[in-house]
Structure formats: C-alpha cells, structure tokens
C-alpha cells in the first residue's frame, strides 16, 4: 500500500476514525493490527518474518537486561539473528556473485538455486531492532508491553522507509497516550499534503526525466548529463523527504511524534554538515550504531579515517546490494576524511578560515558541496557502476553529442516531449531558489505566525494541486527498494 | 457531562481549523465547477486532451468530419495496419497515421466494384478490444455522425488478451468516457475494488473526475510558455530519439506528435522485412482467460445489438493472421472464436467474412506475425471489396447503403 494511492486515502482516514473512537485500552492493539495488516498487503507471508523478529528481539531485550554475566552472549546473539536475517534477504546474491568472481580461477561456486524475495522495509526494522537490544545493553530499560514493543518495530507511518527512530523516544508515548485534539489534524494533514505535493508533483514528474538519461546516457552530451543529475538530486530529495513528511503526518493524527529525517540538506556548508542535514536518523544510526563502536574518533587520524571509511562504505551498501552502492559509500566516506583533514588546515591558516567563513566563503562552500554531493547521486543512480563510469566521464570532459549531422554540446534543448524535458530546464531553477527560500523561512517563524486564513488557502492549494496532477502511474518511493 | 458538552470544546476548535476551512473551501470550488459545467461555462471540453493518443487523433477528426462517413472501419492495429499500409501503396505516398483516418483504396476499389461513392472513415484504433468497439460505436458513433455500415475487422486477441487489465483501462475506453460516460458499462467494465472506488469518486467530486482537464489546462501553458522561450512546434510535432519516447511510454499514458508514426509505402529495402513478434502473441495468449473472453464476446454482442438496434449494417471481417500466430494460440481458442463470432453475427442480422485465408495472404504480405504491411494492406482492401462485391448478401447491404 503506498502513501500516494487511493488505498491508503481510504485506509488512514479509516484507521484515524477508529483510533480516536476507541476506548484509550484498545488504541495500541487498533494501531499494531491496522500497521500488520498495512504490512500484509503487500505479500501477506512477510509478516512472519516482522512478527518472528520482534517476538525474538522483545525476549533478547528482556534477556540482556536481566542476565548478570551474559549480557555480551546475548547482545552477540541478537545482533548475529538479526544480521544474518538481512543479510540472507538483501545481500544473499551480491555475495554469490561476488564470491563466484573471486574463487573462479580455484572454485566453482554454484548459483544459489532458489529465489530470494526481499521483503518491503527490512533494512529499516532490522536497524531498529539493532538499536534496541545494543541500548539495552547500554543499559536503557526494555520495552515491558510488548505490544508497545511490536508497534515501535511495525508503526505503519514509518513502516517502509522510516525514519529509524529511537524506541527511548517513541515507546514513551505510548504510556502517555495522547488525547483526542483537533490540533492533531492541523500538524498532521498539512504535513500529509506537503509531503503528497513533493513526491507526486515534483519527485515523479522528475522520475521522468531522469530515468531517459540514466538509462540512455549514450545519446546525451556532457552538459545533458549535469542537467540529468541535477534532476535526479532533486527527485532524491523530494522523493524521501516527501515520504518522510507523510509518515510524519500521518503519525501526528494519531498524536505520535516521529523524528524529522531532513534538514534542508543542500544548503549544507560541508560533508560532514550535510549528513547532519540528509537522512538524519540513518547516519546518526551508522554513528551510534558502527562509528562509535568502531572508536569512532578516539584515535589516530589514521585510525579516525578507517572508521569513517568503514562506516560509510557499510552505510552505501545498506543502501542496496551493489557495486555502485559501495563506491557510493565509499566516496562519502573518503570525502568525510578529506574534509576532516580539511577541517584541520583551516584551523592552522587564519586566512583560509576568514575566507571559508567569510559570506561569499560559506556560499562556496555550499556550492561546492551540493556539487560533491552530486557525483555521490551519479554513483548511486546509475544502474551500473559502467553506466556511472560513462556518465562521470561525460560530465568531466563536457563530452558533446553527434546531432543530425554536427556534434553538438547539448541535445537536451532539442527534445520537446515528453513537457518535462523542455520544462526541466523552467522547474530545476524554482526548486533550487525555493530550497534557499525555505532555507530562509525557516530561520524566522513568518509560516508560524501567518494568518490562518493564508494557512488554510496553502492547504487548498495543496489539495487541489495533488488531486489534479498526481499522474496515474506514480513509481514507488526511491527509499522503497531499501 | 453530556456528550455534547465534552463534543463542545472540539466542535469550537474544529471551526477554528485551518484544515477543515480548506476542506470546506475544497467542497465549495467542487459544487462551483459543477454548477459552471452545468452552465456550459466549463472551459475544456473532452476533445481537448494532454495526451495525444491515437483514439484522440481519430476521434478529433472525426468530430471536425463535416459529411457522416458511409462506412466506419473499426478494429485494432490489424485492422490500423491495413488501412495506413493500403493507402501507403495505392497513392505511393507516406501516411500519418495520426492524422489519416479513411481508406482512399478501398472507396476506389468499391467505386469500381458497385458503381457508387462510398466514404469512410477509420475508427481502428491499436490495441482495440471489442469492448472499445462497443464504447466507441455506442458514444461517438450517434446521432448526425451515425455511419451507415461499419466493417469490424476483427481477430482472437480482441476476445481474449492477457496484456489486459480491465476493460476500463484502455486508452480508448479511458478517452470515450470523457465524452460521454457509458453508463450501463462504468462498472462491470472495472474488475477491481479500488477501480470501482476511483470511479464512484470521480462521480462524487467533479474536480476528481475532471483531473484530465487540468492535466490539459496545465500542459496548455506549459506549451505556451515553451513557445515563447523559443521552443518551435512544441504545440505539435515531436522530435525526441525514439528510446527516449519509449522510455517514457513505461510510465506516461499513451501520447504521440502527429509526425511520430509514419506508414511509407512499400520500397525495394523493406520489401524483405519481417519482424518476429511471436514472444508477444505468446505472453497475449499465454493462459486463455475464461473471464475475459466471455466478458467480451458479451461486449461483441452488445456492439452487433446495438447495430442492429440502430439500422447499421455490420460486416465482421476475420483478419488475416500468419499460421505461427494461430499456432500460438490455447488449443481450441480460434475454433471457439469462429464459432462464436459466426452464432453472433447469425443472431444479430450481421454478416461475417473470413479473410483468414492464407492462399490470399501468403507470408509475404506480413510485417510480424499478425500485421499486414504496406503490400498486404493494400492486398487486404482488393480481397475485402471482391469479397464485399462476390458475396450476395453482402453486396446486396452494400448496395443498401446507398
């Protein structure tokens, strides 16, 4: 069931109404059984696998705090359980092939002879139920109703694609139950909508668009590309901070908070600022989660530098089980060392850290690291890592494309269908000023003090937009396949 | 406490709700452009379309048409394939299939044949089941632009195609019920729920039903302010490399520039051509769905009925397939599809002519399996008119046409 489709415009309405109507007792079990049953619409089987999990876990977490000497047995357990289950689901063929490469010349290892679903969200409650039995170990207290339990690892709202959260934040809420507020709909429906306007206005008109580069980047000259990856950097945000903005939405007419997942990431002055920006409780996650534990950086540079590399080149492969995943990875995990190192220089020559400082310094900054970040998208986009080589080498030589009978160094300007091709180079320019323009909002509270009635015409714009322009066939969240 | 008095606080803030304001703004502006369509005043009409399918091309000329054809040529792209091809030949000359929608050949061919001057028009659309056949003929085919015959050529697949959804999901379907919803059909024509849902809303909502409008509107100024930016015939021709446009044709509905489809006519290089489309027919006929074949024989019927119901002469024509094409059919499908094609006609007046003959159409005649080229379509039209002409039942609706 996705988020853009008339089954879920029905199905939350529904749940909503029967949350609220409930007696306080039955809204936990109410919000567990709709979450399983939105689970299940998509391959009802794969409930096992949820349901299997969070019984397994709720008992690991109660076993590590309650063992005296075996904590560290249990914790092992636990973390191996829930590795080797997204392991065999997500990265079972990455490392078949990658074994069969790599003992060809000795060994033929054979093909794995059955097929392997990946079920929906795995990587995301695998992380959570991660988070949960190493915090407990910690020493956080385990989560005492497992029913609050089940629903922290299956809360429809943020079921698919997150946010992570953070069960010390969220379960809490449950044994505080909120009260019924109209307030409630007026923080969640506009969310809702926000997030319906980002990915079936923008995100999907763009998927359009950059699906023909991506997937023809030989007919395409250098300069096209730069324009294919601009779009696909805005169809990336637009596609997962629209879905984060629904899932937090539609937790606030239940009255639950869920963690923001976004902060205007490409006004971000660094590499390390924009992780703090983009995805937010992923990379706080990998730094909790495998920096920290890895030493983190209390250490040599050297040592500093592997924990970088290494969690981020876990992190890119958490994003999918492929090569241009884990060069993905990797190249953020070098640009992290580069910039610490960077960090480190700056400090030393005051003139360097006046001028980074400086206005027109931290606007470079931000131009050049929305430009870093950019080549990361390539990387990631394409569908192999050949096809991100191709691309790459494009873009850097300004590679120009035959034409009719001349080369020419874009081709874009003469494609005039589908509209958005001639309207991508109108639509880039709006998103690009209207993240600085947001950027700027949201350092005053002009959108909280404005008048209710500019309040409720944006919530009708909103509405009419989306109910007029949603295309018909709108592709699955980007986050989705994770 | 009542529960009205604990309802009160709530009731107070829900007033005070920004959301619902928009919500009742949104109901408001809903009942507005109902009342304005009501009143004529509604800007779009339903030939105004964002995208430009085929049954949008034909079904715009057809409107601009001033005289009422005498023949409406009905069928899917076999049907298509032979007209274009056929006119492609007979005038050596390439042929749009976007904005050519008669057949020069056959009104030649049957001036000759009887004497008299027919005119047509072709109503065969790709992908055309029958019970597009019926939406078509029940909607557009009415009133002053009532044709007086209509040759459906048809073939199995219009009976039973696993690249089906739904009879509503057609492009043709989803076109014609912008014109006029067909009623009697809206819902049985939906297989699922949340299709049926998606209908029950659009008629509960005029903005929801009326979202191909905006979707116009919006494409309308885009186009506009393309125009003005130095984008030439951004209103009308397409020039986008063709992996490009199929590309976009996975996600984005059926769309194509008046230049886009050209049907030459026969040159020295083509003559040889033959593409093996048989891995498509097979995944169409992979598992004969009962369902589906028996929902549009009843659509055929309801057509063949309706014909009957209005004085239009009907001729079935069974398409000329190649023997692979049959051979890829569930064993006994084009028997029962005979079979059933001859009990309707039998029962509803109308007149069925096998064209499947494979002495008339060897295989060089075809494009693929199941579509004529330039060469047969023009062999196609010189076998129908004798056929039209040889036969005397036939001849004699033939000549009552006129």
């Known amino acids: 069931m996705l988020f853009n489709s008339l089954q879920y415009a029905l199905f939350l309405p529904l749940v909503v109404a029967l949350y609220w109507l409930s007696p306080q007792k039955l809204r936990v079990p ?83 002879p059955f097929d392997i679903v990946l ?37 429809f709202p943020t079921q698919i694609a997150g946010p992570i959260k953070r069960f010390q934040d969220f379960v809490p809420q449950f044994l505080n139950p909120p009260k019924f507020s109209i307030d409630h709909f007026d923080k969640g429906v506009p969310l809702i909508l926000l997030g319906l306007f980002k990915k079936v206005l923008i995100a999907d008109n763009l998927t359009f668009f950059v699906q023909g580069g991506f997937a023809h980047p030989e007919h395409f000259s250098g300069l096209d590309l730069w324009v294919f990856a601009y779009a696909f950097a805005f169809q990336i945000y637009f596609d997962f901070s629209g879905y984060t903005d629904i899932a937090r939405g539609s937790a606030n007419l239940f009255g639950y908070k869920v963690p923001i997942n976004f902060n205007l990431p490409y006004l971000a002055s660094n590499i390390s600022d924009f992780w703090h920006r983009w995805h937010i409780s992923l990379s706080t996650w990998l730094r909790d989660y495998l920096f920290i534990p890895l030493g983190g950086s209390r250490g040599s540079n050297l040592f500093t530098a592997r924990n970088l590399l290494l969690t981020m080149t876990l992190g890119g492969l958490w994003h999918g089980a492929a090569t241009h995943f884990l060069v993905w990875g990797i190249y953020h995990g070098v640009a992290l060392v580069l910039h610490r ?41 394409a569908e192999t890592m050949t096809s991100a080589t191709l691309i790459l080498k494009k873009m850097f030589t300004l590679e120009t494309v035959q034409a009719g009978a001349q080369a020419v160094a874009m081709y874009l300007p003469s494609v005039n269908y589908p509209l958005i091709y001639p309207s991508v180079f109108l639509l880039l320019p709006i998103l690009a000023v209207s993240h600085l323009v947001m950027g700027r909002l ?16 944006w919530c009708l714009m909103l509405m009419l937009l989306i109910m007029e322009f949603s295309p018909d066939k709108s592709p699955r969240f980007i986050y989705f396949q994770f | 406490m009542t529960r009205l008095q604990e309802a009160k606080p709530h009731l107070q803030k829900l007033a005070k709700s920004y959301v619902a304001w928009a919500l009742l703004a949104l109901v408001g502006l809903d009942v507005s452009c109902r009342i304005a369509d009501h009143f004529g005043v509604w800007p779009v009409t339903a030939y105004d379309a964002a995208h430009r399918s085929t049954v949008f091309w034909a079904a715009k000329d057809f409107k601009e048409e001033k005289r009422t054809p005498d023949i409406t040529l009905m069928g899917s792209s076999l049907m298509m394939a032979a007209v274009h091809g056929g006119d492609a030949t007979y005038q050596n000359a390439s042929q749009k299939v976007a904005l050519h929608h008669k057949s020069s050949l056959l009104e030649d061919l049957l001036r000759k044949k009887f004497h008299t001057d027919y005119s047509t028009f072709s109503f065969s659309l790709s992908g055309e089941m029958a019970s597009d056949a019926y939406v078509l003929a029940d909607t557009l085919l009415t009133g002053e632009k009532q044709p007086k015959a209509i040759i459906y050529g048809i073939a199995p697949r219009d009976l039973m195609d696993n690249a089906l959804k739904s009879p509503a999901s057609t492009e043709i379907f989803r076109f014609v019920s912008r014109v006029k919803d067909p009623t009697d059909v809206a819902i049985p024509a939906r297989n699922t ?15 929801y039903e009326h979202r191909p409008d905006f979707l116009f509107l919006q494409h309308d100024a885009t186009k506009e302010i393309l125009a003005h930016l130095g984008y030439k015939d951004i209103k009308d021709e397409v020039h986008t490399t063709y992996e490009i446009r199929r590309q976009a044709f996975i996600e984005l509905p059926e769309d194509s520039g008046p230049n886009e489809v050209v049907v030459h006519p026969p040159s020295a290089s083509s003559a040889n051509e033959y593409s093996d489309n048989l891995p498509e027919y097979r995944y169409r006929y992979s598992s004969f769905k009962e369902k589906q074949f028996k929902e549009q ?106």
Not at chain 1, 356 to 379: E, N, P, Q, Y
């Open chain 1, 30 to 112: 109410i919000l567990l059984a709709a979450s399983y049953l939105f689970y299940m619409s998509w391959r009802p089987i794969f409930i096992l696998l949820i349901f299997g999990l969070t019984v397994i876990n709720y008992f690991f977490g109660i076993a590590i705090s309650k063992s005296e000497n075996k904590k560290k047995q249990w914790l092992i357990a636990a973390t191996v359980l829930n590795l080797s289950t997204l392991v065999y689901f997500k990265y079972a063929y990455f490392l078949d092939d990658v074994a069969r490469t790599l003992l060809k010349p000795v060994f033929e290892v054979p093909h794995i």
């Open chain 2, 297 to 402: 024989v009843s659509y055929l019927e309801r057509f063949l009925a309706l014909g009957q119901e209005r004085g239009i002469k009907i001729i079935l024509v069974n398409m000329p397939l190649t023997k692979d094409n049959v051979d890829t059919m569930p064993a006994g499908f084009y028997d029962r599809y005979m079979k059933t094609i001859g009990d309707l006609c039998s029962k509803h007046q109308a007149q069925l002519l096998d064209l499947n003959t494979p002495a008339d159409f060897p295989k060089r005649y075809f494009a693929d399996s199941a579509h004529l080229n330039s060469q047969g379509g023009e062999r196609f039209f010189e076998v129908l008119s004798e056929r039209l002409f040889d036969d005397s039942q036939v001849a004699s609706t033939m000549r009552g046409i006129k």
């Open chain 1, 341 to 381: 190192e960077f960090q480190k220089i700056k400090k030393s020559v005051s003139w360097l850290a006046q001028a980074v400082d400086s206005l027109a310094g931290k606007c470079l900054s931000v131009f050049l690291t929305f430009h870093v970040v950019l080549i990361g998208w390539v990387l990631f986009r």
């Open chain 1, 119 to 155: 079920p929906l969200a795995i990587s995301f409650f695998v992380f959570e139920f991660i988070h949960y039995t190493v915090d407990i170990y910690r020493g956080s207290a385990p989560v005492k109703s497992f029913l609050s339990f089940a629903l922290f690892a299956s809360f």
């Open chain 1, 442 to 457: 949201d350092s005053t509270d002009v959108v909280k003090r404005s008048p209710k009635f500019l309040k409720a015409a």
């Open chain 2, 193 to 207: 729920f949340w299709s049926v849902a998606e209908y029950g809303l659009g008629k509960l909502s005029f903005l």
